[in-house]
C-alpha cells in the first residue's frame, strides 16, 4: 500500500514536485478538472437554487478510475492543484468524484515549486476552502447561463454557429468601440517650428543649439509670418534652469503586467506567454504565474539584496514593498519572480530562457536604487515675440536600476533620451542659422494590441488575470476580432524654412498609419456588437461586467452567497432573453447601399452564412437575390454602392491558356484564379477586378513548380510518397506523415525502407486537411454556387424575355 498520495493538476509539476518528496511519496497528475457542467443542455438547475449538474467527460473516465483506485491503496490523500479559485474547485471536485475522506485528506498550496516549499506545505495543510470553490462555481454558472440563453438569439438574429460571453462581448466592444472612434477621427494639421542657433558657451567656444518653439502655429499663413518677423528678430538666452530628476524602476511582474511587457519586448501574444510561464512554473523556475499581486516575501527581497551587492555594489540597493493598485485586485500570491534569484540564466528552449531572463531582470530592478538624472532647460527670448524657443536635455548622473532593466511602453512617441546640452549662460545672445516648420497632424486614437487590450481590461476590472489569455484567444477563435497588420497611407505635407535670410516652401510626402499586429474588429463582430448592445445593454456595460467581478470576490471572501449573486443576476438577464422573442425575424446588421441601376433592386451589404456578403434583390422578389463575397478588406460598415455593384462582376473571364479557360473569382477563404479544374490563390497584392491573363499565368506555374518541388519521390503502386515539407521531407501514406531519420537520403529510399520506417513508427490517424485544401473545396463550393447563380440568372432572363414576348402579343 502507498503511504501518499499527491494529485495535482498537471504531469509536468507532477513529475518536479516528485523529485522532492521521498520513495514514501506517489505523485499523479488530474489533467486539469475532472468534470464539469453537463455539455448537453445548460447543465444547471434554475428551479432548485442554481444546482449545476456535473459530469465526467469520457475522455477523463478511465483516469478518474484509476485514481480512485490509488486513493483506496493511499493512507493519505494530498490535493496539491494551484492556489487560486480554479485550484481550489480542481481539488474540490477531486474529494467529490474519488469519495475522499476529511481525516484521510489534506490540502496543500505553495506559489513556487521547490523542496523547501512543497515540505513546508506538507508541514501546514489546510482544509479546502469552500469560499474559494463557490466564487469558481459561481463563475462558472453564471457564465454558461448567459452563453446559453444569448447565443441561441444570435444563431436566430445574425448567423449560426455564433456565441456570446459574459466577458468576451465585453472584449469585443472595447475593439469595436476603438475602431468607431477610429472612423469618426479627423485629422488636424499644425506646425511645428524647430531652430538651430549658434551662441559662445560659457568657455568662449562657439557651438550649436538646437531648440523647439514652445506652442504649435495653427496655420500656414500664422507660420509664415512668424519665420518672416524672426528674419529680423534678436535671440537672446532668457532663462536656465537645472534640476535634478529620479527615475524609480517598476514593480514585479503580475500577470497581466507580465503579458504586457512579453509582447513589447520579446513580440509574445498573450496565450504564448502564459504558456511559456507555465512551463517555467512547472519546471520549478518561477513562481507561480497568475497573480495581480507585487509583495515579494522577505526571503525574496534578502536574496535580492545580495545579488544586487555582488553583482553592482551597496550603492545600488534599495529594498521596496509596492502595493497593489489594480482594481478588484484579488490573489495573495507573491509577485512572480524567478524561484532562486542568484539563477541569471536556466536551461530550456529559447522562448523559455528569454521569458525567465525578463522576470530575472524586471525582479532586480524592482529592488535597485533610482536613476538619477540633471534636467536643463534652456529658455530663448525672441524680440517682440510672446513664444519661446525651448531646448531641453538631461544627463544620466547615476544609472541605478537602468543598469539592469527599462520597462517599455506601448506609445509610439519616440522614448528617446534628450540631448546633452552645452554650457551656457543667461543673457547670451544667440543666431539663428535655419528655423524649419514642418506641418504635423494630430493622431488618431491606435488600435488596441493584445498587450494594451489586457491594460484596459486590468484598468476597467473585467475578468482576473486567469481569464485575460483565455478571453483574448477566444474572440480571435471565433472570428470576432482579427489580429493583423495595416499598410500605412500616402499624404502630402508642408514645410517651410528660413535659412539665410530667405524662406522656402516644399510639399513632400509621408506614409503615415502603418498598424502591426493590431486587433480589428470583424463585420461579424460589430453586427454582434450593435445587437447586444441595442437589446442587452446592461450585459455590455463596462461596469457592470466589473461589478459582477467584485461580487464574485465577496464570495470568495466569503462576505456574500453565491446562490444569491446569481439570483439577482439571473432575475434582471432573463426577462430581456424572454422579451427578445418578441423582436422582428428580420436579421440584424443589413445596410441598404442603394438600387441596382440595371435591376432597379435594391443592393445590401449584411452577415451571410460564413461571412460578409452584399446581396442584389431581396427573398420576397419572384426572382432570387444575387449575392458576392466581400473582399478581405472590405467591410460593411464602410463599402459604397459602387464597390459592392464591381463585386458583381466576379467570377470574370481572363480568357484560355494551353486551351482552358482561366477565371478569377473570390471564395470564402480570399480571392483565386480557377484554371483546368484547380484553385490558385492570389496574393495579397493582387486586385480580383485588375488582374491580367499574364499574371495569372505566373501564379498557375508558380504553383505548377511548388507541386514539383514537393515531390521528391513517388512509388505509386504502393501509395507512398517523399516529400518536402515545411520542416524537412517526410513519408506520406495513408494520409497520414512520417519522419524520415537525418542519416537517411530521402531520394535513395526503396519502398522497402519507406515501409519499414511506416511500420516502425506505427500506424497513425490521417493529418489534419490543410488549410490549402480548405480554400481548395471553399473555392470549389462558390464555384459551384456562381455556376447555380449564373444559371439562375440566365433562366431569370429567358422567363422576363418570355414575359416580355406574351405581354407584346396581347
Known sequence: MQKNLVIVESPAKAKTIEKFLGKDYSVLSSFGHIRDLKKKGIGIDIEHNFEPDYEIPSDKKALVTELKKKAKEAEIVWLASDEDREGEAIAWHLFQVLGLKKENTRRIVFHEITKEAILKAIETPRDID?????????????????????????????????????VQSVTVRLIVDREREIQKFSAEASFRVQAVFSVMDVNGKQTQLNAELSERLKTKEETL?????????????????????????????TTSTLQQEASRKLGFSVSQTMMVAQRLYESGKITYMRTDSVNLSSLALNTAKEEIENMAGEKYVKIRQYQTKTKGAQEAHEAIRPTYISHHTIEGNAQEKRLYELIWKRTIASQMADAELERTIVTVNISGEKLRFVAEGEVLKFDGFLKVYMESSDDDTDQTEGALLPDLKKGTSLKCQSAKAVERFSQRPPRYTEASLVRKLEELGIGRPSTYAP???????????????????????????????????????????????????????????????????????????????????DVAEGSA????????????????????????????????????????????????????????????????????????????????????????????????????????????????????????????????????????????????????????????????????????PYIAYNGANYKIPKSAVPADLTVEECKKLIEEQGEKKPARRSRAAAKSTAAKSADTAEKKSTAKKSTAKKTTSAKSTTKKAK
Request: aromatic share 10%; proline share 5%.
Open 471 to 553: 478571453t483574448i484567444s477566444t474572440i480571435q477563435a471565433r472570428g470576432y476580432v482579427e489580429k493583423g497588420d495595416k499598410e500605412g497611407e500616402s499624404r502630402s505635407y508642408e514645410t517651410i524654412t528660413l535659412q539665410g535670410g530667405k524662406i522656402t516652401e516644399k510639399t513632400e510626402t509621408e506614409v503615415y498609419g502603418t498598424e502591426r499586429s493590431k486587433l480589428f474588429p470583424t463585420d461579424t463582430g460589430i453586427v454582434v456588437n450593435d445587437f447586444l448592445i441595442e437589446y442587452f445593454p446592461d450585459i455590455m456595460e463596462y461596469n457592470f461586467t466589473a461589478n459582477v467581478e467584485k461580487e464574485f470576490d
Open 130 to 166: 469552500d469560499n474559494l470553490v463557490c466564487a469558481q462555481q459561481a463563475r462558472r454558472v453564471l457564465d454558461r447561463i448567459v452563453g446559453f440563453e444569448l447565443s441561441p438569439i444570435l444563431w436566430r438574429k445574425v448567423r449560426p454557429a455564433l456565441s456570446a460571453g459574459r
Open 561 to 728: 452567497q453565491w446562490t444569491t449573486t446569481i439570483d439577482k443576476f439571473y432575475k434582471h438577464f432573463h426577462p430581456m432573453v424572454e422579451n427578445s422573442g418578441k423582436m422582428s425575424e428580420h436579421k440584424v446588421g443589413e445596410r441598404i447601399l442603394g438600387d441596382d441601376p440595371v435591376s432597379g433592386k435594391p443592393v445590401s451589404a449584411k452577415i451571410g452564412r460564413f461571412g460578409p456578403i452584399v446581396q442584389i434583390g431581396t427573398a420576397e422578389d419572384e426572382e432570387k437575390p444575387r449575392f458576392a463575397s466581400l473582399r478581405k478588406n472590405q467591410s460593411i460598415e464602410t463599402i459604397t454602392l459602387e464597390e459592392a455593384l464591381e463585386l458583381f462582376k466576379l467570377p470574370r473571364d481572363l480568357g484560355e491558356y494551353e486551351g482552358k479557360v482561366m477565371s478569377v473569382g473570390v471564395g470564402r477563404f480570399g480571392a483565386y484564379v480557377k484554371h483546368d479544374g484547380k484553385y490558385v490563390s492570389l496574393k495579397k497584392t493582387d486586385d480580383p477586378l485588375e488582374i491580367t491573363p499574364e499574371r495569372a499565368i505566373e501564379l498557375i506555374e508558380e504553383k505548377r513548380e511548388q507541386e514539383r518541388n514537393k515531390f521528391i519521390k513517388v512509388f505509386e503502386a504502393e501509395g507512398i510518397e517523399i516529400c518536402n515539407g515545411r520542416f524537412g
Open 225 to 253: 509670418a512668424f519665420l518672416q518677423r524672426c528674419q529680423n528678430a534678436q535671440f537672446v538666452i532668457e532663462n536656465i534652469e537645472k534640476k535634478p530628476a529620479k527615475k524609480c524602476p517598476a514593480p514585479p511582474f
